[in-house]
């Protein structure tokens, strides 16, 4: 069982794209995000996330199977890199965020969400922005068992947003 912390995480200026659809968009969208970023001279500084706007179980579930899931997928960069058409540049704010690391297969993520949720309410936070997962290796390259995912949630003290708010 991977530890849950809270850290402390900078802005992140991004390339980026956001589509309505499935999150079995993700693969794709980062793919076009990196060959625009490489094609435009931009300097990839970290590895590529998954911005999630559904923030609970339920409603991560529903908009996946209705297509209406806000994917938002994006690239971090350095320099003076501009977007263009439907990938843009702009940054995504920090702060303070519960993490954990998921070990195996995306598609066997939901206990670790599940307990990471357990562990904000526990805790008296509310989670208060887009869930970030921050994906450090690739998994053409790695095991099912070895792919990781960084699960980062920016939390706040107070009253969760309604999902109408978010």
Not at 110 to 115: A, G, Q, S, V
Request: hydrophobic share 35%; proline share 9%; charged share 20%.
């Amino acid at each position: 069982m991977e530890e849950i912390t809270i850290v402390e995480i900078p802005d992140m200026r991004v390339l980026g794209i956001q589509r309505k659809g499935s999150y079995r968009l993700i693969p794709d969208l980062l793919l076009t995000v990196y060959r625009y970023a490489i094609k435009n001279g931009a300097v990839i500084t970290g590895p590529p996330l998954f911005l999630c706007h559904e923030t609970s179980p339920e409603a991560v579930k529903e908009a996946n199977e209705m297509g209406t899931a806000h994917v938002e997928v994006v690239w971090p960069v350095s320099g003076d890199v501009k977007g263009s058409g439907e990938i843009l540049a702009y940054s995504i704010p920090g702060g303070k965020m519960v993490h954990t690391v998921h070990r195996g297969p995306y598609e066997t993520c939901e206990p670790t969400y599940l307990r990471l949720f357990s562990w904000i309410a526990e805790h008296g936070l509310a989670i208060c922005g887009p869930i970030r997962e921050m994906y450090p290796n690739n998994p053409h390259w790695v095991p099912r068992e070895e792919i990781i995912t960084e699960i980062f949630v920016p939390v706040d003290e107070g009253i969760p947003l309604s999902g109408s708010e978010r």
